[in-house]
């Protein structure tokens, strides 16, 4: 089995919103980064993988268990990461990692000890008066002290400064070395995504716009500039894989595709002084996210 | 102030129309006991209303305004105390004049009409402080510390301690003024916190409690400890898991309200009640489950239900997973049910115990209907109206069924029959809701997930 995520044609109607049809792979032992604005369907998609809600369509593989049917054995080998995990009932860190640990007979004492220390967590701290980037370690250390094979995690960094932020990377980094566990990773961090997760995939409105290898994803865009002659606009309409984000009489700034032959196209037209340049990851989230606003 | 008036309308509306009936009840005759059901309308015009805002996030986006603490705690005292006081006896006035004026046989009674106003008064003002009390934080010294400490436990016993004195209060005068004088007290407290309140300290509604600091003031001049290997030693222990859970919560739930049950056995031989007498017995047993499982409910299963996120992501199916919050709530206040019927049937032989069993049978069927209604709409307005509707309407039937059978023993076998359905019922439904609902995992964030009276704490 080469995957160990496999979504296909899942759909989950709201009244304001739906989430797919969405076909979502995850390769297994890679970094995989779900990207997207507030309100894509990340969280959603997640939820659903975990029982937190049901599909209306579609199905979700995880190590080629049905999240349905095999909810148990999948919860058992896939752990779930998210800030909004409330551990606070349990009162102390010490009770809460008790209660844990009673789930996963893989549990290991020895890493979670030196997670502990590392978080600079210990059994005697009460949970309530953690900040929430420690509960959010809290959170991570619940999840990878049971060594699952996949491990998901909703905005992990949300709250962490930059040090604890590189901490947690390296933690996953570590999680993933052995080839064999794998790490969905939901994050509006673009630039930690970029530098961490070999596969990214862009979600807008509960659609994947984009998939694949990150640097394959990143390289294939470039910001385009060109010019035409004054006066003169672009003779026909822009073709799929050139996205127009702004002109100024003459001068142009477009998104393009390099795959969709746009290039040509825009030489047809005449376009002078093309240059282009290389994307950020958030560069590109930008420009494809700002294309309505622009539209 | 008009905020919370202007978002809470058709709540105090409900509520008006409930106070004016009563007003109606009392001209109605003496027979009628007004005072639980004044307790009850007063609950649902307090500062009941303003803790809910507050487990919603209100406090945060209204301390950033331009406002002192002392404006907003003033605003809010004035909204649920004064103003439902005097807006409440108005209604129960106008109830009664208006029954009066109809029907002429009945004359006005004034005495009783004061007395429920003036029980109105002082019970928004006990709630007041019972819910602002939490939002002082747990104190910055050690005296604030016990006195924090201490209002909490006062404002608590005096509001469970009410709901059991009020019966038929107004008929009484040393009872009358142990509520008035306590209530009074407690309202000049509820104005005090109002006026010293600090959205600072607040830090539970915030979504952070801030430890006491109990150290001797030179002992700050130290520079703290470093955690030492062994402090950051994971070693959690063995038997974790559900055990673990259903252990801690279950045994912690039942010692409360064993606790709160013998506090109401005390309370009920001190008004001189004679709990040899069939009447006064089943008058105890069922007071003695309604409160327990009132308690289980909100103070041990809805903490318990803000982490339900968590506990669906555990390894366990939707149908274990309903068993066990099904478990939670049910195993405490059956196992004091079995505790009491021993003790009655030890003191006052089966009949005593035969009460006990129904009345607990019946109340561990409401209890499952709260799990399920808890887990469906969550600790919302609507979650908490159909929580209470199921204890109450369990507290009614049991009264009916007292009413239609006359103590047969065919009481317990219907009791019991209605309870297992029940909690069948809640079972099924339960899991059906954790399956198919979306929604109950993404409830409001919920800062005071820790709240005052948690499992946890």
């Not at chain 1, 059994?123 to 309530?128: E, L």
């Not at chain 2, 499982?293 to 982490?307: A, G, K, M, N, Q």
């Not at chain 2, 206040?333 to 021993?342: D, H, N, Q, V, Y």
Request: contains cysteine; hydrophobic residues 50%.
């Amino acid at each position: 089995m080469t995957n160990a995520i496999e979504i296909r044609g899942l759909v989950k109607k709201y009244p304001h919103f739906q989430l797919g049809p969405l076909d979502l792979t995850v390769p297994r032992g890679a970094i995989y980064g779900l990207i997207g604005p507030n309100g894509a369907g990340k969280t959603t998609t997640i939820d659903l993988m975990f029982g937190l809600g049901r599909n209306d369509a579609g199905h979700i593989r995880v190590l080629g268990l049905d999240h349905r049917a095999d909810d148990v054995q999948l919860k058992q080998l896939a752990a779930y990461v998210s800030p909004d995990l409330n551990f606070q009932v349990w009162g102390k860190v010490g009770k809460a990692l008790r209660f844990v640990r009673g789930f996963y007979p893989g549990w290991d004492d020895t890493y979670c000890s030196a997670l502990m220390k590392a978080f600079h967590l210990s059994a005697g701290d009460r949970i309530a008066t953690l900040s929430s980037g420690a509960k959010t370690k809290l959170s991570l250390l619940l999840a990878l002290a049971r060594r699952p094979e996949v491990l998901v995690l909703d905005e992990p960094i949300t709250g962490l400064d930059a040090v604890s932020k590189q901490q947690v990377f390296r933690e996953l980094l570590e999680a993933v070395a052995d080839g064999e566990r794998t790490v969905l990773v939901s994050s509006h961090s673009l630039s930690d995504i970029e530098r961490f997760a070999d596969h990214v995939g862009l979600l807008k409105n509960g659609r994947l716009l984009l998939e694949g290898r990150t640097d394959e994803v990143v390289d294939r865009y470039r910001l385009v500039e060109f010019f035409t002659r004054n006066g003169d606009g672009l003779q026909s309409p822009a073709p799929d894989g050139l996205l127009i984000l702004r002109s100024n009489e003459n001068r142009w700034h477009a998104l393009l595709d390099q795959k969709s032959g746009a290039q040509e196209w825009l030489q047809r037209q005449g376009a002078r002084d093309v240059t282009l340049t290389r994307l950020t990851l958030e560069d590109l989230f930008v420009a494809l996210f700002k294309e309505e606003e622009v539209s | 102030m008009l905020d919370h008036l202007r978002r809470w309308w058709r709540v105090l509306a409900v509520a008006g129309v409930a106070e004016f009936a009563l007003g109606a009840l009392i001209a109605g005759g003496p027979q009628y006991t007004f005072e639980f059901w004044a307790f009850m309308l007063s609950m649902w015009t307090s500062a009941t209303l303003i803790s809910f805002d507050f487990r919603r996030g209100l406090l945060r986006p209204v301390a950033v305004l331009p406002l002192t603490g002392r404006q907003m705690g003033r605003a809010w005292w004035l909204a649920t105390v004064p103003i439902p006081a005097i807006v409440l006896a108005a209604l129960l006035f106008s109830g009664a004049g208006i029954f009066c004026y109809f029907g002429p046989n009945h004359p006005f009674p004034t005495y009783r009409l004061v007395m429920a106003s003036l029980f109105t008064s002082v019970w928004l003002g006990l709630q007041f402080t019972l819910n602002f009390v939490g939002a002082r934080g747990f104190g910055r010294n050690p005296q604030e510390y016990i006195r924090n400490s201490l209002l909490s436990v006062v404002t608590v016993v005096a509001f469970f301690g009410t709901m059991l004195l009020c019966n038929n209060a107004s008929n009484s005068p040393l009872r009358s003024c142990i509520l008035l004088g306590i209530g009074a007290l407690l309202t000049v407290a509820g104005w005090v916190l109002a006026e010293q309140f600090d959205p600072a300290r607040a830090g539970l509604y915030l979504g952070r409690i801030e430890p006491p600091d109990l150290r001797r003031r030179a002992s700050r001049l130290r520079l703290p400890k470093p955690k030492t290997a062994a402090a950051q030693s994971c070693a959690p222990g063995t038997g974790g898991g559900l055990r673990f859970l259903l252990s801690t919560v279950c045994v912690r739930g039942f010692l409360q309200i064993a606790g709160m049950v013998a506090l109401m056995a005390l309370l009920w031989l001190w008004q001189g009640r004679n709990l040899s007498l069939p009447m006064d017995f089943e008058m105890l047993a069922a007071m003695g489950s309604f409160m327990p499982c009132w308690f289980i409910v909100f103070y041990s299963l809805l903490p318990l239900l803000r982490h339900l996120r968590v506990l669906r992501t555990l390894p366990i199916s939707a149908t274990e997973l309903a068993g066990v919050l099904l478990a939670l709530a049910l195993l405490p206040p059956a196992a004091l049910g079995m505790l009491l019927a021993s003790v009655g049937w030890l003191f006052s032989g089966p009949a005593a115990a035969l009460a006990f069993l129904k009345i607990y049978a019946l109340a561990l069927g409401g209890v499952a209907l709260c799990v399920f209604f808890a887990v469906w709409r969550g600790a919302g307005v609507q979650g908490y109206a159909l929580l209470l509707l199921s204890l109450f309407g369990f507290l009614f039937g049991h009264l009916w069924l007292q009413g239609h059978f006359h103590y047969s023993e065919r009481t317990l076998m219907v009791a019991g029959s209605i309870a297992t359905g029940c909690i069948l019922l809640a079972l099924v439904l339960t899991r059906l809701v954790l399956v198919r609902g979306s929604r109950v995992y993404r409830e409001e964030t919920n800062p005071s997930g820790g709240f005052p009276m948690a499992a946890s704490q």
